[in-house]
């Protein structure tokens, strides 16, 4: 039906505009041509960069809030 495809191209939106964090410039490449839009490259591949990553884009959405 309409309303089932509506609902997953809102879906398949969505998730393209979440962030995403990758290890490389590589996937970030790939990510890219996938039709994600927010990419954040970490500045490694270990559990400790990601994380550092993670916490960057959780602090940029704090302040876009705030400053709502």
Do not use: W
């Not at 990510?31 to 400790?48: K, P, W």
């Amino acid at each position: 039906t309409i309303a089932r495809g509506s609902l997953a191209q809102f879906c398949i939106k969505t998730l393209l505009d979440t962030a995403l964090i990758v290890p490389s410039s590589r996937v970030a490449k790939v990510s890219q041509t996938l039709g994600y839009h927010r990419i954040i490259v970490a500045s490694a591949a270990d559990d400790n960069s990601m994380l550092a990553a993670l916490h960057s884009v959780k602090s940029l959405e704090a302040d876009n809030e705030e400053k709502k």
